[in-house]
């Protein structure tokens, strides 16, 4: 290989061994877009141009690809390694299991592309240390039996398409388990949208930098700031979740405001303040925000709570929503096999030359009159007894469905569902007591009536199921009777039917299904007047105050719980954030972006606040050429999330360095490393042919750089990187560890710093792994 003999001519000549160790170079046949490691084990999830995701384990061996379909814009791994998150074009999110790539779940809290996903845990709780807040019992199991599953489709097997297998199952692997580190997936899309989600499938709230009106935190109030057209390039949220860091491409606009009425106080709260005339500059640039996320810390415990109530309440409404679909498959096949047989009579009748119908025909035979012609060739020839018995059965086994469906799977359903929403009416007094966050009390008090009436409505349908189905059993066993009597056949065996239950029968059910009326959406059922107003007068003892349920029907009833479900769990979280600072003028909105915490062990000289268990912000980016007027340049910023101290209430500088890259390379990709390293991969720029341009993968210790404080830019106390253009240092190869490519390099460069390797794509379809810790053997216990 052509690398390898380049590699050994240096080390031949005397140089000094070669870092990096090259573990494999794998022919690929796609190329890639995006590129993460696992963050525990030695997995590369890969996605392709047309929108494929590749798992390979560090061997390169292939365990799954899956297609959602779609376009992928953005991928990450839930901390743990065991879930990945793709976001698509189209705004969902989908969440996969990594041990066979199936889809967990898949949620829409975007309605346009996901642009950057961060899914980020609390930090581990010390050894011994016991976090008794997080014990949550859950309390069903002591009035309840086991929630109900999924109903099967009768008919389907497990696996079988249609068959919604293990619901809860899935389910569990994301959230269930009490014990489970709380954990928070942040997406952010190109229309500068940002989501939250509890352990990566409840949301807990929804930020659109638009429409905030930014101002810095502690300082002059008289200056604000709002993004406009604005895209989310990258998202990080600290260890801790108090913190968010947001990269974000578009226009920002500095607002002189007067502040009209009273004055606001407190700096969480001036962002919901946006009545103020726009005027002043723009700066058009790769901004850096930092979002005041505490409320995630502050109340991790009751947003781990509502989170998981939230999770065992949506899975249950699955329940419901599958019952009703197999209850409405199950009696729709029943009638259409009835009708199939019964509605030739009509046919039969018109050919005849008859003006009657056949509830006509019925009743006459009913009342003793002969039998007509059309009626007894229908009786003896088209329906007879076999077809009878036939549509009997499948009435009386398709009640006996519906029946079971609601006694083992909606009804325990509905009644856990109210009671968890009973348990949230305690949590939803947060709004009143903390301001900021909350579930609308007014919304859970109407949602807990709906999960009570669809409960009444479930025991309406067995009550109405119950007499349909006596009223089919009482006409078939009169129909029989009389086919045995025109066959002169015995009738001894057959119980004589209801003459007055027959005649409710031709008159309400032949031509009629209230069965399937009940089941149907957006359909008014009948309600005599008197019932009404019985309904009205019993409003005053209260409990209840829709008096116009009994005319829904139960899909009815259980939508309009659904929709208040989505209403009340929508966003509890409100949008009270501030700005701290920004890097103006990073005018391209694909440029190679990275963001890392470390550990907090700075020189004396460094004025950002940390301790030893704290952790540092570092924040690196490629400054594009027509920025800061310099070329080929790479900017790093530390503490800019460190630098706020609420309990003094300041705001300490952040620190920045701009590194120039020698003109011979260009910079494609970058990437914070462990231990305040960076890992660049540069492209060279003197050859003239791609045949004969190499590459390189470098690795500096930034911790070696002197960084220098930045500048604030008044009124608006926002930093700026101007100050920092004449102390840019030129970064020479020889500061660093460098690993020379025999051809060329592509983004997306993949850094593992759990594993210490580093996965390098080509133009020309290779993917090449390296080891970035020589020192150590990190790769011998490899999985």
């Given at each position: 290989m052509?690398?390898e003999?380049?590699?050994?001519m240096?080390?031949?000549?005397?140089a000094v061994?070669?870092p990096f160790?090259?573990?494999?170079?794998?022919?690929?046949?796609f190329?890639?877009n995006?590129a993460?490691?696992n963050?525990?084990?030695?997995?590369?999830?890969?996605?392709?141009e047309?929108?494929?995701?590749?798992?390979?384990?560090f061997n390169?061996?292939?365990?799954?690809?899956?297609?959602?379909?779609?376009?992928?814009t953005?991928?990450?791994?839930?901390p743990?390694?065991k879930?990945i998150?793709?976001?698509?074009?189209?705004?969902s999110?989908?969440l996969?299991?990594?041990?066979?790539?199936?889809?967990l779940?898949?949620?829409?809290?975007?309605?346009v592309?996901v642009?950057c996903?961060?899914?980020e845990?609390?930090?581990?709780i010390?050894k011994g240390?016991i976090?008794s807040?997080?014990?949550?019992?859950d309390?069903?199991?002591?009035?309840f039996?086991?929630a109900?599953?999924?109903?099967?489709?009768?008919?389907l097997?497990?696996g079988d398409?249609?068959?919604m297998d293990?619901?809860?199952?899935t389910?569990h692997?994301?959230?269930t388990?009490?014990r489970?580190?709380?954990?928070?997936?942040?997406?952010?899309?190109?229309?500068?949208?940002?989501?939250f989600?509890i352990f990566?499938?409840?949301p807990?709230?929804?930020?659109?930098?638009h429409?905030?009106?930014?101002?810095a935190?502690?300082?002059?109030k008289?200056?604000?700031?709002?993004?406009l057209?604005a895209?989310?390039?990258q998202?990080?949220?600290s260890?801790d979740l108090?913190q968010?860091?947001?990269?974000?491409?578009g226009?920002?606009?500095e607002?002189?405001?007067?502040?009209?009425g009273?004055?606001?106080q407190k700096?969480?709260?001036?962002?919901?303040?946006?009545k103020?005339s726009?005027?002043g500059?723009?700066?058009?640039g790769l901004?850096?925000l930092?979002?005041n996320t505490?409320?995630?810390l502050?109340?991790?415990?009751?947003?781990?709570?509502v989170a998981?109530q939230?999770?065992?309440?949506?899975?249950?409404?699955e329940v419901?929503?599958?019952s009703l679909?197999?209850?409405?498959?199950q009696w729709?096949?029943?009638?259409?096999s009835?009708?199939?047989?019964?509605?030739?009579l009509?046919?039969?009748?018109v050919?005849h030359?008859?003006?009657s119908?056949p509830?006509?025909e019925?009743?006459s035979?009913?009342?003793?009159?002969?039998?007509?012609?059309p009626?007894?060739?229908?009786?003896?020839?088209?329906?007879?007894?076999?077809?009878?018995?036939?549509?009997?059965?499948a009435?009386?086994t398709?009640?006996k469905?519906l029946h079971?469906?609601?006694?083992e799977?909606?009804q325990?359903?509905v009644e856990?569902?109210?009671f968890r929403?009973?348990?949230?009416?305690?949590?939803?007094?947060?709004?009143?007591?903390?301001?900021?966050?909350?579930l609308?009390?007014k919304?859970?008090?109407?949602?807990?009536e709906?999960?009570?009436?669809?409960?009444?409505?479930?025991?309406?349908?067995?009550?109405?199921?119950a007499i349909?189905?006596?009223?089919?059993?009482?006409?078939?066993?009169?129909?029989?009777?009389?086919?045995?009597?025109l066959?002169?056949?015995?009738?001894d065996q057959?119980?004589?039917?209801?003459?007055?239950?027959?005649?409710v029968?031709?008159?309400?059910l032949?031509?009629?299904d209230?069965?399937?009326?009940?089941?149907?959406?957006?359909?008014?059922?009948?309600?005599?007047?008197?019932t009404m107003q019985?309904?009205?007068q019993?409003?005053?003892f209260?409990?209840y105050?829709d008096?116009?349920?009994?005319?829904k029907?139960?899909?009815?009833e259980?939508?309009?719980?659904?929709?208040?479900?989505?209403?009340?769990?929508?966003?509890?979280l409100s949008?009270?954030?501030?700005?701290v600072?920004?890097?103006?003028?990073?005018?391209?909105s694909?440029?190679p972006?990275?963001?890392?915490?470390?550990?907090?062990?700075?020189?004396?000289?460094?004025?950002?606040?940390?301790?030893?268990d704290s952790?540092?912000d570092?924040?690196c980016?490629?400054v594009?050429?027509?920025?800061?007027?310099?070329?080929n340049?790479?900017?790093?910023?530390r503490?800019?999330?460190n630098?706020?101290?609420?309990v003094q209430k300041?705001?300490?500088s952040?620190?920045?360095i701009?590194?120039?890259i020698p003109?011979?390379?260009?910079?494609?990709d970058?990437?914070?490393?462990?231990?305040?390293?960076?890992v660049?991969?540069?492209?060279?720029?003197?050859?003239?042919?791609?045949?004969?341009m190499?590459?390189?993968i470098?690795?500096?210790q930034?911790?070696?750089?002197?960084f220098l404080p930045?500048?604030?830019?008044?009124?608006?106390?926002?930093?700026?990187?101007?100050?920092?253009k004449?102390?840019?240092?030129?970064?020479h190869?020889e500061?660093?560890?460098?690993?020379?490519?025999?051809?060329?390099?592509?983004?997306?460069?993949a850094?593992?710093?759990?594993?210490?390797l580093?996965?390098?794509f080509?133009?020309?379809?290779?993917?090449?792994?390296?080891?970035l810790?020589e020192d150590?053997?990190?790769?011998?216990?490899?999985?």
């Open positions: 052509a690398e003999a380049e590699v050994e240096e080390t031949a000549a005397g061994p070669v160790q090259l573990q494999l170079d794998k022919s690929i046949p190329q890639i995006i993460e490691w963050p525990e084990k030695d997995l590369l999830a890969m996605v392709t047309d929108s494929k995701v590749v798992l390979h384990r390169w061996q292939r365990l799954w690809m899956i297609s959602p379909g779609k376009c992928i953005s991928l990450c791994w839930r743990d390694g879930v998150a793709l976001g698509l074009e189209d705004g999110i989908l996969h299991d990594v041990e066979n790539g199936k889809l779940k898949s949620i829409k809290s975007h309605s592309a642009i996903l961060n899914w845990e609390e930090a581990h010390l240390e976090d807040a997080f014990v949550y019992e309390r069903t199991r002591r009035f039996p086991p109900p599953r999924v109903p099967r489709m009768p008919g097997n497990a398409a249609g068959f293990n619901l809860e199952d389910f692997e994301l959230s388990s009490p489970q580190h709380f954990n928070m997936l942040s997406s952010g899309d190109k229309d500068g949208c940002i989501c989600s990566g499938i409840f807990i709230g929804k930020i659109n930098i429409k905030l009106s930014l101002c935190p502690f300082l002059d008289t200056a604000t700031f709002q993004l057209n895209s989310i390039h998202l990080a949220l260890k108090s968010l860091v947001v990269l974000s491409f226009e920002l606009e607002n002189l405001v007067k502040p009209k009273k004055n606001v700096d969480e709260e001036y962002a919901e303040v946006q103020f726009l005027t500059d723009s700066s058009v901004h850096c930092l979002l505490s409320i995630f502050d109340r991790k415990n009751e947003l781990h709570q998981q939230a999770s065992s309440i949506e899975d249950l409404v419901v929503r599958a679909s197999v209850m409405s498959k729709s096949e029943a009638m259409h009835f009708h199939e047989k019964f509605d030739p009509s046919s039969l009748i050919s030359g008859l003006d119908n509830q006509d019925f009743l035979v009913l009342f003793g009159a002969r039998t007509s012609p009626l007894h060739q229908f009786l003896v020839n088209s329906l007879g007894e076999a077809g009878l018995k036939r549509v009997c059965k009435v009386d398709a009640g469905e079971s469906v609601i006694h799977h909606l325990p359903a856990i569902i109210g929403i009973a348990e949230l009416r305690g949590l939803s007094r947060w709004r009143a007591r903390y301001h900021i966050i909350g609308d009390e919304l859970i008090d109407s949602a807990t709906k999960a009570g009436m669809l409960l009444v409505h479930a025991e309406r349908f067995l009550r109405i199921l349909v189905l006596y009223q089919f059993q009482n006409f078939f066993n009169w129909v029989l009777r009389y086919i045995k009597i066959m002169s056949e015995p009738i057959i119980q004589p039917a209801n003459s007055e239950l027959i005649v029968f031709l008159k309400f032949l031509d009629h209230p069965i399937g009326e009940l089941l149907e959406v957006n359909k008014i059922i009948e309600v005599d007047v008197d019985q309904i009205e019993l409003v005053m209260g409990g105050s008096t116009k349920y009994l005319e029907t139960l899909s009815d259980f939508n309009q719980l659904d929709q208040w479900r989505l209403s009340y769990f929508s966003s509890p949008r009270r954030r501030y700005i600072g920004y890097t103006p003028k990073v005018s391209s694909d440029a972006t990275s963001i890392f915490y470390y550990k907090g062990d700075h020189d004396a000289t460094s004025e950002v606040c940390t301790d030893g952790r540092v570092y924040i980016f490629k594009p050429d027509e920025s800061l007027e310099l070329t340049c790479i900017g790093i910023i503490g800019f999330a630098g706020l101290d609420p300041r705001v300490t952040p620190e920045a701009l590194l120039c003109d011979a390379f260009q910079c494609i970058l990437s914070l490393y462990k231990e305040n390293q960076i660049l991969l540069l492209n060279e720029a003197t050859s003239t042919s791609e045949s004969t190499r590459s390189l470098m690795m500096v930034i911790s070696d750089f002197c930045l500048s604030r830019r008044t009124p608006a106390n926002l930093w700026t990187l101007q100050i920092l004449a102390s840019a240092v030129d970064m190869l500061i660093g560890k460098v690993r020379y490519i025999s051809e060329p390099v592509t983004s997306p460069l850094v593992s710093a759990s594993r210490g580093a996965c390098v080509t133009p020309r379809r290779h993917a090449m792994v390296y080891i810790d150590e053997d990190e790769t011998s216990d490899i999985d």
